[in-house]
Nanobody, 123 residues
Framework: QVQLVESGGGLVQAGGSLRLSCAAS????????MSWYRQAPGKQRELVAA???????NYADSVKGRFTISRDNAKNAVYLQMNSLKPEDTAVYYC?????????????????WGKGTLVTVSS
């Protein structure tokens, strides 16, 4: 089992920045891909960004150039730096993890999920 705990959400004005953190614990030796998803009210959960244990990344087109995903393997943590935030970025953001690299594409949902952290961007 893998436990994921997100932090760093909050209220920010459009154009502002936030940094989300995700702390992983448990059987993390098997984890190869860590991802950030988001779900806005009335919408499907969607992939925002993903990172492999080797460092390769994948981003949704809507966040490219604004968001950066990173990970600290020594601390078992993954981060999402969000800049130039827009009202349409408002959502609950979830940290997710899986041993399958294929989950980085967003076509397959990861197995492990955190409880989410709310990001609200005001106009």
């Amino acid at each position: 089992q893998v436990q994921l705990v997100e932090s760093g959400g909050g209220l920010v004005q459009a154009g502002g920045s936030l940094r989300l953190s995700c702390a992983a614990s448990g059987s993390i030796f098997s984890i190869n891909a860590m991802s950030w998803y988001r779900q806005a009210p009335g919408k499907q959960r969607e992939l925002v960004a993903a990172i492999a244990s080797g460092g390769s990344t994948n981003y949704a087109d809507s966040v490219k150039g604004r968001f950066t995903i990173s990970r600290d393997n020594a601390k078992n943590a993954v981060y999402l730096q969000m800049n130039s935030l827009k009202p349409e970025d408002t959502a609950v953001y979830y940290c997710a993890a899986d041993d399958l690299i294929a989950t980085m594409t967003g076509q397959i949902y990861p197995h492990y999920w955190g409880k989410g952290t709310l990001v609200t961007v005001s106009s």
